[in-house]
Nanobody, 114 residues
Framework: QVQLVESGGGLVQPGGSLRLSCVASRITFSAYTMGWYRQAPGKQRELVASITRDGTTNCADSVKDRFTISRDNAKNTVFLQMNSLKPEDTAVYYC????????WGQGTQVTVSS
């Protein structure tokens, strides 16, 4: 069974930084496009950033210039480096693997507050 496990969330002050990690098990990791999504209370889940098999990245306008997505295929891991965090970044962040099938992680809470 496929497993995606996120970690690195927590409470951080505005302007701070956080790095999220997602470790995938039981998939051919290099064959998947990986993405980070987030969902804030009362809002729909939205794409934050994605990275293709060849390393092409895409970020939402709301996080562009602040967040960076990367992957380490040798470690079956995708990262989301979040800098200059704002209160509006507060959400549950989910890892997604997409190929013929798609899989989701359980999510990790990010709270940006003073």
């Amino acid at each position: 069974q496929v497993q995606l496990v996120e970690s690195g969330g927590g409470l951080v002050q505005p302007g701070g930084s956080l790095r999220l990690s997602c470790v995938a098990s039981r998939i051919t990791f290099s064959a998947y496009t990986m993405g980070w999504y987030r969902q804030a209370p009362g809002k729909q889940r939205e794409l934050v950033a994605s990275i293709t098999r060849d390393g092409t990245t895409n970020c939402a306008d709301s996080v562009k210039d602040r967040f960076t997505i990367s992957r380490d295929n040798a470690k079956n891991t995708v990262f989301l480096q979040m800098n200059s965090l704002k209160p509006e970044d507060t959400a549950v962040y989910y890892c997604k693997a997409s190929a013929l099938r798609q899989y989701w992680g359980q999510g990790t809470q990010v709270t940006v507050s003073s």
